[in-house]
Nanobody
Framework: QVQLVESGGGLVQAGGSLRLACAASGSFVSANAMGWYQQAPGKQRELVARITSGGTTTYADSVRGRFTISRDNAKSTVYLQMNSLKPEDTAVYYC??????????????WGQGTQVTVSS
């Protein structure tokens, strides 16, 4: 069974930093794209940042220059370094990964979500 386990959320003041981590575990062969989405109350889940297995990154305009996504392929882990946080970054952050599973092929998995709250 495949799992994505997130860590690193919490409460921080505006201007502060947080680092999120998401580790994939279980029976999969390889990981393709990994990334982070955010969902604020009453809003749809939106892409924050994405990174391919080759290291190509994509960012939402709202976080470009403040957030950095990275991954450790040996550990099947993706990170999100969040700097210069703003109150509008407050949301639940969900990790996702596209993983090759022998029984289902390329399959998208989601983490359980971690709360990030930025106070003004």
């Amino acid at each position: 069974q495949v799992q994505l386990v997130e860590s690193g959320g919490g409460l921080v003041q505006a201007g502060g930093s947080l680092r999120l981590a998401c580790a994939a575990s279980g029976s999969f062969v390889s990981a393709n794209a990994m990334g982070w989405y955010q969902q604020a109350p009453g809003k749809q889940r939106e892409l924050v940042a994405r990174i391919t297995s080759g290291g190509t990154t994509t960012y939402a305009d709202s976080v470009r220059g403040r957030f950095t996504i990275s991954r450790d392929n040996a550990k099947s882990t993706v990170y999100l370094q969040m700097n210069s946080l703003k109150p509008e970054d407050t949301a639940v952050y969900y990790c996702y990964a596209s993983l090759w599973v022998r029984t289902t092929g390329w399959t998208d998995y989601w983490g359980q979500g971690t709360q990030v709250t930025v106070s003004s």
